[in-house]
């Protein structure tokens, strides 16, 4: 069982939010149930400091501030993705192949798939 | 002797990264090398937005991306998690310290490389067709031209030489010079140890 929490926002923030919520088709409540979880994840002093910048940072420190939350987050996929895809490609090269032979592999495999492209 | 610095200690890196490196950096995982490689660092670099060298800004065209994405779908990786791979790609030039987006670089191939040009052919004689121009570098300099890219980073150095490019040193270090812009082309692991020392010198003989 679910409980409703309320918020008031601004018009502005609510039609980002019902847009953003368009766009990912899901409903404005699912989105704002997302940004609830993420918050509450993280530690006290980082809301903290979120806080903080909130009130008294300005909009070019804000900026920096998010760019790199989100390239936290790319990093993280990234590593996920790299990780799914250490199971592929199984035949490519032997695995006890030197460094110097993976390097000749990739150019001559990243070629030859070119070529075939 | 003197020394010409091409790149001032601290100031952004705008770094071209070679579809050969990315495709190398995941035979290595694959392969259980998480150690110190070239391409390694240089992913990491381009990952964090960083390097001991200073800031590195990625710069990176949709034809790259879209290329190595066929690259790795051919090499059996799977189409969803290609794709991802690729996208992150453009989101860390994105993310990077000049948050500079993927480029779009329309026409290009104009820059014959060692392995583009083409070769002597009789043009009176039907049979002998002109061999097809590999554009696989071209693309990849066009778009470190066109992003006014400082480097690229290649494990396919010796297919960038070119009337255009000067050697700094042999097999690790060329300059390509192109109308309104210079690249250094540098061998992965040239350019994982410039990354790390920050030094991008090199020697001037002659006055």
């Keep these: 069982m679910g409980r409703t929490v309320s918020a008031y926002v601004t018009d502005e923030l609510a039609e980002s939010v019902a847009l953003e919520a368009k766009r990912e088709d899901r409903s404005p409540a699912q989105i704002a149930a997302l940004a609830l979880r993420f918050f509450i994840a993280l530690p006290r002093d980082a809301r903290v400091s979120l806080a903080a910048l909130e009130s008294l940072g300005t909009e070019s420190e804000r900026r920096l501030a998010l760019n790199e939350v989100a390239r936290a987050l790319n990093i993280a996929e990234f590593e996920m993705t790299c990780r799914r895809m250490q199971g592929h490609g199984s035949t490519l090269v032997s695995d006890h192949a030197s460094d110097e032979e993976l390097d000749e592999a990739a150019v001559i495999l990243t070629r030859s798939a070119l070529k075939r492209a | ?207």
């Excluded at chain 2, 820059?111 to 004689?125: I, Q, V």
């Excluded at chain 2, 255009?164 to 040193?169: A, D, G, R, W």
């Excluded at chain 2, 300059?175 to 090199?202: M, R, T």
């Design chain 2, 1 to 207: 002797m003197r020394d010409f610095e091409i790149i001032v200690h601290g100031q952004t890196i705008r770094l071209c990264v070679d579809l050969n490196i990315w495709v190398r950096y995941l035979l290595g995982r694959r392969a259980g090398r998480v150690g110190p490689s070239a391409a390694n660092a240089i992913v990491e670099a381009v990952q964090r937005g960083r390097s001991p060298a200073g800031p590195i800004q990625l710069i990176v065209s949709y034809t790259m991306l879209a290329r190595l994405e066929d690259v790795l779908v051919r090499l059996s990786f799977q189409p969803g998690d290609a794709s991802a791979f690729c996208s992150l790609m453009g989101a860390f030039a994105r993310r990077g310290p000049s948050g500079i987006p993927p480029h779009m670089v329309l026409g290009g191939g104009t820059s014959p490389t060692a392995e583009s040009r083409m070769l002597t052919y009789n043009p009176y004689d039907p049979k002998v067709v002109p061999p097809r121009a590999d554009d696989e570098d071209g693309r990849v300099l066009d778009t470190a031209v066109a992003g006014q890219a400082h480097i690229i980073a290649t494990f396919n150095f010796a297919d960038f030489r070119s009337p255009n490019s000067q050697v700094l040193e042999a097999g690790r270090a060329q300059l390509y010079q192109a109308a309104h812009h210079n690249v250094l082309i540098l061998h992965a692991n040239k350019a994982a140890e410039c990354l790390a020392s920050g030094d991008f010198s090199w020697p001037i003989v002659g006055p």
